[in-house]
């Protein structure tokens, strides 16, 4: 038999953030790493690694999507890969002073969906280089990329034309 | 298809924080009200439940549906999960109803909760804010009030809505919910008041715009045999509609605009539909809704409304939606005082989404309960005081809206006594 008094958890330093005792509230940390894959939407991460923004054309009926998707959302069939111009103008704007965790200490920043000629759909952005508040519908705005890819979609911003 | 009634609701009273009960103690807390108005019900007689939640992340538990269904002794009977985003609650009752009306169950509990207080305002955004492509719309700025702010900046330069307009929605929402004694934040406002409060994302402040919540409901659905043995105020659900949109704003077409049966092609001529600026699944689903209930114009026969404000913007965008006015009218229609609770067609009496709070899962639910109370004809019972009920209700429509409009349910009840 094994001596009683050794068969036991170890004690550690860790502690507990406690808010509150009743009722007892604590802190709870929890964060994880996923491993993403951008599949299908691969292309559009890439283009803009080269300076590209790429939207998606259905064969089948002509239409054309900014965000580009693998399908066509009304008849079905596979789209293909097309370059969208690199000026559009602003179908409508926001700016945030406050927004997501993630995102508060870009506060305030200005969003916008953008139209593009021969392009059915939207796509959305951020705009630069106006104050915030001072976005206006139907302005020019033209496209940048960072040299620095991120592989995310804020790769690409725009700026008054 | 059977006919399917409500007989029963309850709710906890909502609030910014209730640390002192777990998700499944506010279920049943709401659940036992609403047992307790129908004393001949019994555990017995319920056949199952469906639960309506939105997030796990909120909740820090998967499967937290099963643990209420133990929890309310409902075990070890039929039950499932809905989820769709800010409609889960909508969608809950009309899962009911679907298991009432297909003669799969003649009693079902429809029961919803969220526990929003369980991390900050601004975690709790990051988490709404997932709820929109995690490719193209997130990373960009995840934010759910400037999702919505895009979308009525492009129905003021449509339409030519006005902030005024908005803030007056705040005003009337937060001023009938001074007499619901349910209502998280309830408040005494004039326009000026909501202009000038912080912005959060032109041209929504921080009055336009709910706040996040605790709470529960509970709604019990019977086959009409059932209705009638278990009340003498069954409320009967004469019509559900549902529609659906596009995740991204960005994908939304610009075509012709879903006509009402009092509408006609001519009413909208040059307006591109829905864009950005309207919800084409509030429209599909009111018009399913109307359809199923014969209703061929919604302003002359229904008596109130209570639809999802989870901004100012997003009411006067639905009373379109819905045919109380035409588009490009929701403006001028809550300025008019027709969606006072002396107006022609009284939009949430109670207070909405904007002074009662949004649990999320609970939402759809609460607003079935309080249009059932208005039908009932009892308020007073349930708050304390009549100054909210709606004189003479006999018909109610309930709306619930999830992310820029991907989710939309509306169910017509009608007085059935
Ligand atoms: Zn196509």
Known sequence: MADE?????PETQEGTVVYNLDPLIIKY?????????????TPFFAGLAAGKLMGSRCPKCGYTYATPRAHCMHCGGKTEWVELPKEGTVHTWTTCYFGSEAFLPETPFTLIMVEFKGANTLFLSRLIGVEPGKAKIGMKVKAKFLRNSKFSPTDVYFVPA | MRDVYVVSGGITKFSKASPDKDFRYMVKEAFDYAMNDVPKLTLDDIDGSVASYFSDHFT??????????DYLGLCPKPSRRIESGGATGGMCFQSAWEAIASGRMDVCVAFGFETMSRV??????????LASDTNFDYPVGGFYTGYYAMMVQRHMHEFGTTVEQMAAVSVKNHGNALNNPYSQYPAKLTIKDVRNSEMVADPLTRLDVCVMSDGAAAVILASEEMAKKLTNKPVKVIGVGT????MRLADRPHGDVILLPHEKKSDYKNLKYPGVHSFRGGRTAAKQAYEMAGIKDPRKEIDFVELHDAFTSSEIQTYEDIGLCKYGEGGKYVESGAADLDGAVPVNPTGGLLACGHPVGATGLMQAVFALWQLQG??????????LQVKNAKRGLIHSHAGTGTYITVSVLERGF
Do not use: P
């Open chain 2, 243 to 246: 529609g659906t949109d596009a």
């Open chain 1, 5 to 9: 008094k050794k068969i036991k958890v």
């Open chain 2, 378 to 387: 009892t308020i007073k019972k349930h708050f304390g005081n009549d100054k």
């Open chain 2, 60 to 69: 820090r538990q998967l499967m937290a549906g099963i643990m209420v269904q």
């Open chain 1, 29 to 41: 940390h929890y964060e994880i790493d996923y491993i993403h894959s951008y599949a299908q939407d």
């Open chain 2, 120 to 129: 900050n305002t601004w975690k709790g955004n990051e988490f709404i804010a």
